[in-house]
């Protein structure tokens, strides 16, 4: 590493999903992670705040990006619409540039959010949310070719689902995807030594603690992530480059689900629509639609091809009658108040967002301050606890109108859920540990200060400090901050101010009507969904 000159003009971020500060620092003080230690010792180091929710699809966007999701346009892994269907959140909803289309060239690797690829001056594979290899994953294109060639046995994500009783097999396959990954991490490195941001993700940790919460499995899932700390510290050294290492979010343990949906429908706020319907009448039958997906697979007919060949507004009117994954179809909405989507977005049923709404623009605050003093007050029965914590979504969001009203999380070790349940606590079944808005950032480089501690660093602060650290202007709307705690004394970093310049990106586009099923297979088996 460059001890003379004190500044860097390129960056590497390591991205690794899902790792808690405090075992960082647990773990490097006992001398089990000496990589993660090498970074704590020759650079800055400190806990990440997380987005509010603490989930991937809002927290990695703000990472790449600067700002918080009301700049972004991303609250959740799908878009909800004003007819109260959704689609699968793209690469096209980010509606500010993350760091690949202001730095160049790039190398970009298994970033979540990313899919389909975007053509920028450089390489990228698309991360989650790809649904699977058989798509156009990668830019060049012809750079799959290449991963099929070097990495035969490559592949998006595993499908979670079929490992809930098979834990040791679970093991052997998250090993298995990290050595993967961590040669395609090699491929791209290979690939050229003109880039200016390299920013590699693996999201193995979060996948295995999901499903494995024992202290002995972790140690050595970390161990093996430390190895790849190495590589990423070496190749940072020989090319002068700012190494910054990041998780998206915290881990810890799960002993409770609240049903949060059932708790609105018990409250009154919320009305399920009588079964006695076409929707109902199939349900007595045994029709859902993953009866129906069976059936179409048995004639060689993939959802892919119906999406591609119907309009969407008739695959969603069919879908809105068959009974399954679709929480919010068995919702009344011309009785309903209000309702959660996603990972704990509350939405009034304002007349003004959606198109069966049933509560006037003046009345939403008075909800929304009803509806924060109702959640907050839900005990969980079995401990005594406030189950419940809400966020104003005003306040967490304030340029957005199309943000959601409230957001709704659990407290401690419960997690929320939005299906219509009989109860409005459950069990967790095969899910041992859920999101904590802690997690870690670690940078090192040559104008970084050894040694240092980073205090109140936010996921929107990464962006702006690597940018800065090598030069750059950050965008004028970043919501993060630049951390100077990070930087040497005297290094240009620390003694130039901030340059800031106005950034766009160009968004829309057609739309992406690949066959996202098996995405969503997989966020069921990672209880993102239901």
Request: charged share 25%.
């Given at each position: 590493m460059s001890g003379s000159t004190y500044s860097s003009d390129r960056a590497f971020v390591l991205g690794i999903d899902g790792v808690p500060w405090r075992f960082i620092e647990r773990w490097t003080d006992a001398g089990e992670l000496p990589n993660f230690a090498r970074l704590r010792e020759e650079g800055a180091a400190g806990p990440l705040e997380s987005t509010r929710p603490p989930t991937t699809p809002l927290a990695w966007p703000s990472i790449a990006t600067g700002v918080w999701p009301d700049k972004h346009g991303i609250y959740g892994f799908q878009n909800l619409a004003s007819d109260y269907t959704h689609r699968m959140h793209t690469s096209r909803d980010c509606t500010q540039p993350p760091l690949w289309e202001q730095l160049?060239?790039?190398?970009?690797?298994?970033?979540?959010?990313?899919?389909?690829?975007?053509?920028?001056?450089?390489?990228?594979?698309?991360?989650?949310?790809?649904?699977?290899?058989?798509?156009?994953?990668?830019?060049?294109?012809?750079?799959?070719?290449?991963?099929?060639?070097?990495?035969?046995?490559?592949?998006?994500?595993?499908?979670?689902?079929?490992?809930?009783?098979?834990?040791?097999?679970?093991?052997?396959?998250?090993?298995?995807?990290?050595?993967?990954?961590?040669?395609?991490?090699?491929?791209?490195?290979?690939?050229?030594?003109?880039?200016?941001?390299?920013?590699?993700?693996?999201?193995?940790?979060?996948?295995?603690?999901?499903?494995?919460?024992?202290?002995?499995?972790?140690?050595?899932?970390?161990?093996?992530?430390?190895?790849?700390?190495?590589?990423?510290?070496?190749?940072?050294?020989?090319?002068?480059?700012?190494?910054?290492?990041?998780?998206?979010?915290?881990?810890?343990?799960?002993?409770?689900?609240?049903?949060?949906?059932?708790?609105?429908?018990?409250?009154?706020?919320?009305?399920?629509?009588?079964?006695?319907?076409?929707?109902?009448?199939?349900?007595?039958?045994?029709?859902?639609?993953?009866?129906?997906?069976?059936?179409?697979?048995?004639?060689?007919?993939?959802?892919?091809?119906?999406?591609?060949?119907?309009?969407?507004?008739?695959?969603?009117?069919?879908?809105?009658?068959?009974?399954?994954?679709?929480?919010?179809?068995?919702?009344?909405?011309?009785?309903?108040?209000?309702?959660?989507?996603?990972?704990?977005?509350?939405?009034?049923?304002?007349?003004?967002?959606f198109e069966r709404g049933i509560v006037p623009p003046e009345q939403v605050p008075r909800i929304k301050r009803e509806l924060t003093d109702l959640l907050e007050s839900v005990v969980d029965p079995e401990t005594g606890e406030q189950a419940l914590c809400v966020f104003d979504g005003d306040e967490l969001f304030p340029t957005d109108d199309g943000s959601p009203d409230l957001v709704v999380n659990g407290r401690g070790a419960r997690e929320i859920r939005t299906a219509l349940t009989d109860e409005p606590f459950g069990e967790t079944g095969t899910y041992t540990a859920s999101h904590r808005s802690e997690g870690v950032v670690l940078c090192r480089g040559p104008a970084i200060e050894p040694g240092s501690d980073l205090r109140s660093a936010r996921v929107v602060d990464v962006a702006p400090t690597l940018l800065h650290g090598i030069g750059e202007p950050v965008p004028s709307n970043a919501d993060g901050r630049v951390l100077f705690d990070a930087f040497r004394d005297g290094s240009p970093p620390a003694t130039t101010g901030v340059e800031r310049a106005d950034v766009s990106r160009a968004t829309g586009g057609d739309d992406v009507d690949d066959d996202f099923s098996d995405v969503e297979d997989r966020l069921k088996g990672l209880g993102y969904m239901e």
């Open positions: 160049s060239p790039a190398l970009v690797g298994n970033v979540p959010m990313t899919y389909p690829p975007t053509e920028i001056d450089g390489t990228v594979v698309a991360g989650m949310m790809t649904p699977s290899t058989d798509a156009e994953f990668t830019h060049p294109p012809a750079f799959a070719d290449e991963i099929e060639r070097q990495i035969p046995d490559y592949q998006i994500s595993l499908e979670y689902p079929e490992y809930a009783d098979r834990l040791e097999e679970f093991q052997v396959a998250i090993d298995e995807l990290l050595a993967n990954r961590r040669e395609l991490m090699q491929l791209l490195m290979d690939r050229t030594d003109d880039w200016q941001l390299c920013f590699f993700v693996f999201t193995a940790p979060d996948r295995l603690q999901h499903l494995i919460w024992d202290e002995t499995t972790l140690r050595a899932h970390y161990r093996q992530l430390d190895e790849i700390v190495g590589d990423a510290i070496a190749y940072a050294d020989d090319h002068d480059a700012d190494l910054y290492v990041v998780s998206d979010h915290g881990f810890g343990p799960l002993e409770r689900l609240v049903y949060v949906n059932r708790i609105l429908e018990r409250e009154g706020y919320l009305t399920r629509r009588d079964e006695d319907g076409t929707r109902g009448a199939l349900a007595s039958l045994g029709v859902s639609r993953d009866a129906v997906r069976r059936v179409l697979n048995a004639v060689g007919i993939s959802e892919e091809q119906l999406v591609s060949m119907l309009p969407r507004e008739f695959v969603d009117s069919v879908a809105s009658q068959l009974p399954g994954d679709h929480e919010l179809y068995d919702v009344d909405y011309e009785e309903t108040t209000a309702f959660v989507h996603g990972a704990g977005s509350l939405y009034v049923n304002d007349v003004d967002r």
